[in-house]
């Protein structure tokens, strides 16, 4: 039965994956908030290229800064990027945005600009705060992580 669960299956191979990770806890760490940080912006759809590059740049774990871009995922994104535009429009003192009555390339303009900015405020307090957290977390954690092991799925008995 559970392996019809691709997902439980995929999720329990990443957590293996982020076990062996190999590094000092810190550069794990680094790679990680990295990672969150850059899945916190508006940027789906490059994140993963955006936290390789910015992990070569920054010389830290890249494999880390993957991971932690899947914070942002198709099931976590709508609720993640809500949370930013509401908190980046309240500090912002702006009215909701509202679909355009007339369809015109003026009105998408000031409709894109309604929704940019205050989602591109809330995404950076957002990904700081988490990307602190994960940083704090993450290196407290590493070296309790690397202790457990994890057991194998089982197998199929063969019949005798």
């Known amino acids: 039965m ?3 669960w691709s997902f439980v299956r995929q999720f329990k191979l990443n ?3 982020f ?3 190999r590094g000092e806890p810190d550069e794990i760490a680094k790679g990680l908030a990295l990672g969150i940080f850059i899945g916190m912006t508006p ?3 490059f994140q993963m290229v955006l936290a390789i590059f910015f992990a070569l740049l920054l010389k830290e774990n890249r494999l880390a800064a993957v991971l932690g871009v899947w914070i942002t995922n198709p099931v976590t994104a709508p609720v993640i990027y809500a949370l930013e535009y509401e908190l980046g429009r309240l500090l912002l003192g702006m009215k909701r945005a509202h679909f355009p009555a007339e369809l015109t390339a003026a009105a998408f303009k000031n409709l894109g600009w309604e929704v940019l900015a205050p989602l ?4 950076l307090l957002f990904g700081i705060l988490c990307a602190g957290l994960s940083y704090a977390l993450t290196l407290r954690l590493i070296p309790l992580i690397k202790t ?3 057991p194998r799925w089982p197998r199929p008995r063969k019949k005798s």
């Not at 591109?120 to 995404?123: D, E, K, T």
Request: some cysteine.
């Open 120 to 123: 591109c405020l809330g995404s």
């Open 15 to 17: 957590v293996v994956r």
């Open 19 to 21: 076990l062996r990770l």
């Open 43 to 45: 940027t789906f759809g």
């Open 148 to 150: 457990w092991r994890v």
């Open 2 to 4: 559970w392996r019809r």
